[in-house]
């Protein structure tokens, strides 16, 4: 099965700073994802990757970033973090072929209070 | 464009009790790819079911649905609720073609003895 490991677990940072949120995949996959959890809005994309070097927009990526440096890392940078930011961070990975397409193998979590 | 709609934010069962959870979809594609994830208490969300045939029951941990084009759902199913199966549940569609899920708001579910 898929490891995904994400960190920190929890943060606090203050309106303004800057934070980044960190994804790393043992098992190879070409396709990662960060998503945020709100209650009542579910699991939103914010940007995803095909590949090191890549990145693309979600459906929220205002006021995020994102950078894939290799496999198996991906980074969510909010430079300017705001208190509309906090929520849980979900990084996923997936593999490009047939169905691993689809299925996503979720990391642990990273909750985010912006003061 | 492409959604997922789940009705029912908050569904509360004793156990024992049947499960059905709601789900129905928009997509301009004709062949969409059907999930259901699930996620319990301080945990990730991961796969419970998937299904891209049409009317064509899958099974997998007790829960079962089928995919119905023709009304575009996908409804989540178990004959019997334990209390184990408190849990958020999200159904989440790949529209034909795309690598990207579509997530709908989610369902709680609380199993009660």
């Known amino acids: 099965e898929a490891a995904v490991t994400q960190s920190p677990r929890n943060k606090v940072a203050v309106t303004g700073g800057k934070v980044t949120l960190s994804c790393n995949q043992t098992n190879n996959h070409n396709n990662m994802y960060w998503y945020r959890q709100d209650t009542g809005h579910g699991l939103r994309l914010i940007h995803y990757s095909y590949g090191a070097g890549s990145t693309e927009k979600g459906d929220i990526p205002d006021g995020y970033k994102a950078s894939r440096p290799s496999q198996e890392n991906f980074s969510l940078i909010l430079e300017l973090a705001t208190p509309s930011q906090t929520s849980v961070y979900f990084c996923?990975?997936?593999?490009?072929?047939?169905?691993?397409?689809?299925?996503?193998?979720f990391g642990p979590g990273t909750r985010l209070t912006v003061l | 464009g492409d959604s997922v709609t789940q009705t029912e934010g908050l569904v509360t069962l004793t156990e024992g009790l049947p499960v059905m959870l709601n789900c129905t979809y928009q997509t301009i594609y004709s062949n969409p790819f059907l999930f259901w994830y699930v996620q319990h208490l301080n945990e990730s969300p991961r796969l419970l079911l998937k299904s891209f045939t049409d009317n064509k029951r899958t099974e997998h941990q007790g829960f079962h649905a089928t995919l119905h084009k023709s009304s575009s759902s996908f409804h989540l199913q178990k004959s019997s609720a334990q209390l184990s199966d408190s849990a958020l549940y999200y159904c989440?569609?790949?529209?034909?073609?795309?690598?990207?899920?579509?997530f709908g708001s989610g369902t709680q579910l609380t199993v009660m003895p």
């Open positions: 989440a569609q790949a529209p034909s073609g795309s690598w990207q899920l579509i």
């Open positions: 996923a990975s997936g593999d490009a072929s047939g169905w691993g397409v689809y299925e996503q193998y």
